[in-house]
């Protein structure tokens, strides 16, 4: 596992720190000298979160500009990173929406109103736009998703026929290759079958010159 990976699996595990603190919050009695204690702790964990958050977007922009990691990882990464970003702004609007005794009474919603510094002086009308702009972003975040999972299909259906088409022409090629083995084959025993004629033509030759020369021989008178 690399760096920015351990990294983002930490900073995925200091959110769920936070939103238990929120859940404990809100589901428990509390006096203000107690709500404003938790929620000052709350406001810790949310800066480190912020800033965790921050390097772990820096360390995939160099990562991608240096091609450290391929396209397809870029967008899987990415993906994660937005919804780390979400899950910030939940946190957020979570933190000041619901006061002790409204928290008494209501359950964190999935998509609750956050709050930080941004949405802290927010009515509750702006609070909604704000939760209705993070729901456009994640249809958003969505929409983009689907269009990298269509790239994928259609890159998958290319290398498909590509590896179709690469099988096809291995298997003409194998085919041929048949072929020109069984030519070879029939040449080689055609040579060995002309190299055993040759060579009885020469030992008939040898044979032949070697009577010829003994009858001579035999046919020279002596003295």
Request: contains cysteine; aromatic residues 6%; neutral net charge.
């Amino acid at each position: 596992m690399d760096s920015w990976m351990t990294e983002y699996y930490n900073l995925a595990d200091l959110g769920s720190r936070i939103w238990e603190q929120l859940s404990r919050r809100d589901q428990r009695q509390q006096t203000r000298a107690n709500m404003a204690r938790v929620n000052e702790d709350i406001r810790s964990l949310l800066s480190a979160y912020n800033k965790s958050l921050l390097s772990l977007k820096s360390s995939l922009a160099r990562a991608s500009t240096s091609y450290h990691i391929t396209d397809r990882e870029y967008e899987r990464r990415q993906q994660l990173v937005d919804e780390l970003t979400t899950k910030q702004r939940q946190y957020e609007i979570a933190l000041h929406s619901l006061d002790g005794s409204a928290s008494s009474r209501a359950p964190l919603n999935p998509f609750p109103t956050e709050e930080t510094d941004t949405t802290r002086n927010m009515d509750t009308s702006a609070l909604r736009q704000e939760q209705q702009r993070i729901i456009e972003e994640q249809d958003r975040g969505l929409e983009a998703l689907s269009n990298a999972l269509r790239r994928q299909k259609k890159m998958g259906q290319q290398i498909g026929e590509e590896v179709e088409y690469q099988t096809g022409m291995i298997e003409d090629l194998g085919g041929e290759t048949e072929r020109v083995d069984l030519r070879i084959q029939r040449e080689t025993r055609r040579i060995e079958t002309t190299t055993r004629k040759r060579g009885n033509c020469v030992l008939w030759c040898i044979a032949v010159l070697l009577f010829i020369v003994i009858v001579v021989f035999m046919a020279i008178p002596r003295q």
